[in-house]
Protein backbone atom coordinates (compact mmCIF):
# COMPACT_ATOMS: atom_id res chain seq x y z
CA UNK A 1 0.00 0.00 0.00
CA UNK A 2 1.17 3.49 -0.72
CA UNK A 3 -0.58 6.39 0.94
CA UNK A 4 0.19 10.17 0.51
CA UNK A 5 -1.62 12.50 2.84
CA UNK A 6 -1.37 16.32 1.85
CA UNK A 7 2.38 15.68 0.86
CA UNK A 8 3.65 18.68 -0.31
CA UNK A 9 7.66 19.02 -1.38
CA UNK A 10 9.21 22.10 -1.82
CA UNK A 11 12.88 22.74 -2.83
CA UNK A 12 14.94 25.52 -0.31
CA UNK A 13 16.46 28.55 -2.16
CA UNK A 14 19.87 29.51 -1.92
CA UNK A 15 20.12 29.63 1.49
CA UNK A 16 23.29 28.70 3.68
CA UNK A 17 26.71 30.00 2.33
CA UNK A 18 29.23 27.06 1.95
CA UNK A 19 32.58 27.82 2.73
CA UNK A 20 33.81 28.11 -1.02
CA UNK A 21 30.86 30.42 -1.32
CA UNK A 22 32.19 32.74 1.55
CA UNK A 23 35.47 32.60 0.16
CA UNK A 24 34.44 33.36 -3.48
CA UNK A 25 30.98 35.37 -2.93
CA UNK A 26 32.10 38.98 -3.32
CA UNK A 27 33.21 38.18 -6.71
CA UNK A 28 30.44 35.82 -7.66
CA UNK A 29 27.37 37.65 -6.00
CA UNK A 30 26.63 40.02 -9.06
CA UNK A 31 26.57 37.49 -11.69
CA UNK A 32 24.68 34.41 -10.04
CA UNK A 33 20.73 35.47 -9.17
CA UNK A 34 19.52 33.79 -6.18
CA UNK A 35 17.40 30.40 -5.82
CA UNK A 36 14.53 30.60 -4.99
CA UNK A 37 11.98 27.87 -3.14
CA UNK A 38 10.08 25.76 -5.74
CA UNK A 39 7.47 23.75 -4.49
CA UNK A 40 7.18 20.49 -6.76
CA UNK A 41 4.64 18.97 -5.13
CA UNK A 42 1.44 20.67 -3.48
CA UNK A 43 -0.71 18.84 -0.92
CA UNK A 44 -0.94 15.32 -2.56
CA UNK A 45 -3.58 12.57 -1.51
CA UNK A 46 -3.58 9.69 -3.20
CA UNK A 47 -4.08 6.05 -2.05
CA UNK A 48 -2.77 2.84 -4.38
CA UNK A 49 -3.73 -0.17 -2.85
CA UNK A 50 -2.74 -3.86 -3.74
CA UNK A 51 -3.47 -5.11 -7.18
CA UNK A 52 -3.67 -1.32 -8.50
CA UNK A 53 -2.05 -0.22 -11.96
CA UNK A 54 -1.31 3.11 -11.71
CA UNK A 55 -0.18 5.48 -14.47
CA UNK A 56 0.93 8.98 -13.69
CA UNK A 57 0.60 11.63 -16.56
CA UNK A 58 0.95 15.58 -17.32
CA UNK A 59 3.39 18.14 -18.91
CA UNK A 60 6.94 18.36 -18.64
CA UNK A 61 7.71 19.43 -14.69
CA UNK A 62 4.32 18.46 -13.80
CA UNK A 63 5.96 16.46 -11.07
CA UNK A 64 5.70 13.20 -12.30
CA UNK A 65 8.83 11.79 -11.41
CA UNK A 66 9.20 13.51 -8.70
CA UNK A 67 6.62 11.99 -7.28
CA UNK A 68 7.66 8.78 -7.87
CA UNK A 69 11.26 9.98 -5.97
CA UNK A 70 9.05 10.60 -2.71
CA UNK A 71 7.29 7.23 -3.01
CA UNK A 72 10.43 5.44 -2.98
CA UNK A 73 12.01 7.75 -0.11
CA UNK A 74 14.55 9.76 -2.53
CA UNK A 75 12.83 12.76 -1.52
CA UNK A 76 11.29 13.10 2.50
CA UNK A 77 8.11 15.33 1.62
CA UNK A 78 8.32 18.67 3.23
CA UNK A 79 5.00 18.52 4.63
CA UNK A 80 2.10 15.81 4.62
CA UNK A 81 2.41 12.56 5.58
CA UNK A 82 3.95 9.38 3.17
CA UNK A 83 3.27 5.81 4.45
CA UNK A 84 4.63 2.66 2.17
CA UNK A 85 4.08 -0.95 3.09
CA UNK A 86 5.90 -3.45 1.70
CA UNK A 87 9.50 -3.93 -0.31
CA UNK A 88 9.56 -1.08 -2.90
CA UNK A 89 12.04 -1.11 -6.68
CA UNK A 90 12.74 2.25 -8.54
CA UNK A 91 13.24 1.60 -11.82
CA UNK A 92 14.66 4.99 -12.64
CA UNK A 93 18.15 6.44 -12.31
CA UNK A 94 19.34 2.90 -12.41
CA UNK A 95 22.96 3.90 -12.71
CA UNK A 96 22.73 5.66 -9.31
CA UNK A 97 25.65 3.84 -6.58
CA UNK A 98 28.21 2.43 -9.26
CA UNK A 99 31.65 2.95 -8.61
CA UNK A 100 33.50 3.40 -12.01
CA UNK A 101 36.81 2.32 -10.29
CA UNK A 102 35.44 -0.66 -9.30
CA UNK A 103 34.80 -4.20 -11.31
CA UNK A 104 31.51 -5.41 -12.89
CA UNK A 105 31.44 -8.05 -9.96
CA UNK A 106 31.98 -5.61 -7.44
CA UNK A 107 29.65 -2.97 -8.60
CA UNK A 108 26.90 -6.15 -8.29
CA UNK A 109 27.35 -5.73 -5.10
CA UNK A 110 26.86 -2.10 -4.35
CA UNK A 111 24.03 -1.93 -6.43
CA UNK A 112 22.80 -4.80 -4.87
CA UNK A 113 22.90 -3.66 -1.33
CA UNK A 114 21.61 -0.01 -2.61
CA UNK A 115 18.44 -1.20 -3.68
CA UNK A 116 17.32 -2.98 -0.45
CA UNK A 117 18.63 -7.04 -1.12
CA UNK A 118 20.93 -8.85 1.60
CA UNK A 119 24.51 -9.92 0.92
CA UNK A 120 23.04 -13.41 1.29
CA UNK A 121 20.17 -12.62 -1.28
CA UNK A 122 23.24 -10.96 -3.48
CA UNK A 123 25.26 -14.15 -3.09
CA UNK A 124 21.94 -16.43 -4.40
CA UNK A 125 21.54 -13.80 -7.18
CA UNK A 126 24.85 -13.16 -8.44
CA UNK A 127 25.37 -16.01 -11.14
CA UNK A 128 22.11 -15.20 -12.55
CA UNK A 129 22.28 -11.32 -12.76
CA UNK A 130 26.18 -12.41 -14.49
CA UNK A 131 24.38 -14.31 -16.94
CA UNK A 132 22.30 -12.03 -18.16
CA UNK A 133 23.79 -9.40 -18.85
CA UNK A 134 25.95 -11.12 -20.98
CA UNK A 135 29.06 -9.36 -20.12
CA UNK A 136 31.56 -12.38 -19.71
CA UNK A 137 35.05 -11.69 -18.39
CA UNK A 138 34.64 -7.78 -19.18
CA UNK A 139 33.13 -8.20 -15.48
CA UNK A 140 36.12 -8.68 -14.27
CA UNK A 141 37.15 -4.92 -15.64
CA UNK A 142 36.20 -1.63 -13.88
CA UNK A 143 33.39 0.11 -15.14
CA UNK A 144 34.86 2.92 -16.31
CA UNK A 145 36.43 0.92 -19.51
CA UNK A 146 32.46 -0.14 -20.53
CA UNK A 147 31.22 1.38 -23.13
CA UNK A 148 27.45 2.67 -22.43
CA UNK A 149 25.52 -0.46 -24.00
CA UNK A 150 27.85 -2.41 -21.66
CA UNK A 151 26.74 -0.34 -18.64
CA UNK A 152 23.03 -0.10 -19.27
CA UNK A 153 23.27 -3.81 -19.66
CA UNK A 154 24.70 -4.03 -16.15
CA UNK A 155 22.61 -1.39 -14.49
CA UNK A 156 19.89 -3.10 -15.74
CA UNK A 157 20.23 -6.88 -14.73
CA UNK A 158 21.18 -5.88 -11.30
CA UNK A 159 18.24 -3.09 -10.70
CA UNK A 160 15.37 -5.80 -12.10
CA UNK A 161 17.10 -8.80 -9.61
CA UNK A 162 14.51 -8.44 -6.78
CA UNK A 163 10.94 -9.00 -6.80
CA UNK A 164 9.25 -6.08 -5.03
CA UNK A 165 5.98 -5.50 -3.89
CA UNK A 166 6.02 -2.29 -5.26
CA UNK A 167 7.20 -1.25 -8.59
CA UNK A 168 7.91 2.77 -9.63
CA UNK A 169 8.45 2.91 -13.04
CA UNK A 170 9.86 6.06 -15.25
CA UNK A 171 9.44 5.53 -18.94
CA UNK A 172 10.22 2.16 -20.70
CA UNK A 173 13.66 1.63 -20.05
CA UNK A 174 15.95 0.91 -22.56
CA UNK A 175 18.93 -1.63 -22.05
CA UNK A 176 21.39 -2.55 -25.10
CA UNK A 177 20.94 -3.63 -28.64
CA UNK A 178 17.57 -4.76 -30.58
CA UNK A 179 18.26 -8.54 -28.90
CA UNK A 180 18.58 -7.18 -25.40
CA UNK A 181 16.07 -4.52 -25.67
CA UNK A 182 13.69 -7.97 -26.59
CA UNK A 183 15.13 -9.81 -23.14
CA UNK A 184 15.05 -6.53 -21.06
CA UNK A 185 11.78 -6.08 -22.16
CA UNK A 186 10.19 -9.68 -21.17
CA UNK A 187 12.12 -9.58 -18.15
CA UNK A 188 10.66 -6.31 -17.50
CA UNK A 189 7.04 -7.56 -18.14
CA UNK A 190 7.40 -10.67 -15.36
CA UNK A 191 8.40 -7.22 -12.83
CA UNK A 192 5.19 -5.65 -13.64
CA UNK A 193 3.13 -9.19 -13.53
CA UNK A 194 4.23 -10.10 -10.34
CA UNK A 195 4.64 -6.97 -8.34
CA UNK A 196 1.71 -6.13 -6.18
CA UNK A 197 1.42 -2.59 -7.00
CA UNK A 198 3.01 -0.78 -10.06
CA UNK A 199 3.02 2.96 -10.52
CA UNK A 200 4.04 4.09 -13.76
CA UNK A 201 4.86 7.21 -15.55
CA UNK A 202 5.13 7.51 -19.27
CA UNK A 203 4.41 10.29 -22.10
CA UNK A 204 3.26 7.60 -24.06
CA UNK A 205 -0.23 7.06 -23.82
CA UNK A 206 -0.45 3.74 -25.21
CA UNK A 207 1.70 2.23 -22.73
CA UNK A 208 -0.29 3.66 -19.99
CA UNK A 209 -3.69 2.31 -21.67
CA UNK A 210 -1.82 -1.06 -21.93
CA UNK A 211 -0.43 -1.45 -18.51
CA UNK A 212 -3.09 0.68 -15.94
CA UNK A 213 -6.43 0.71 -14.96
CA UNK A 214 -6.22 3.84 -13.01
CA UNK A 215 -4.56 6.94 -14.02
CA UNK A 216 -3.23 10.20 -11.63
CA UNK A 217 -2.95 13.66 -13.78
CA UNK A 218 -0.89 16.08 -12.07
CA UNK A 219 -0.69 19.78 -13.09
CA UNK A 220 1.37 21.86 -11.78
CA UNK A 221 2.33 19.83 -8.62
CA UNK A 222 -1.32 18.81 -8.21
CA UNK A 223 -3.69 16.28 -8.94
CA UNK A 224 -5.85 17.53 -11.22
CA UNK A 225 -8.10 14.17 -12.06
CA UNK A 226 -7.87 11.05 -10.93
CA UNK A 227 -9.69 8.04 -12.03
CA UNK A 228 -10.27 4.99 -14.81
CA UNK A 229 -7.21 5.31 -17.33
CA UNK A 230 -9.66 5.88 -20.66
CA UNK A 231 -11.75 8.60 -18.66
CA UNK A 232 -8.62 10.35 -17.63
CA UNK A 233 -6.50 9.83 -20.66
CA UNK A 234 -9.09 10.95 -22.70
CA UNK A 235 -9.48 14.82 -20.74
CA UNK A 236 -5.94 14.89 -20.90
CA UNK A 237 -5.79 14.43 -24.83
CA UNK A 238 -8.93 17.26 -24.84
CA UNK A 239 -7.03 19.90 -23.10
CA UNK A 240 -3.43 19.33 -24.81
Known sequence: MIRLQEVSLTFPGRGA???????????????IPDRRAVTALRGIDLEIRRGERVGVIGLNGAGKTTLLKVMCGIYPPTAGRLTV???IA??????????????????IITRGLLIGLTRRE??????????FTELGDALDRPVKTYSSGMFIRLAFAVSTSMVPDVLLLDEVV???DQQFQEKATARLTQMVERASILVMVS????????????VV???GGRVR???PAEEVVRAYGDVR
Open 174 to 176: AAG
Open 203 to 214: HSMDAILANCGR
Open 17 to 31: QSLREKITGAVRRSR
Open 225 to 227: MDG
Open 90 to 107: CLFEIATGFEMEATGWEN
Open 122 to 131: IRERTEEIAA
Open 85 to 87: EGD
Open 217 to 219: WLE
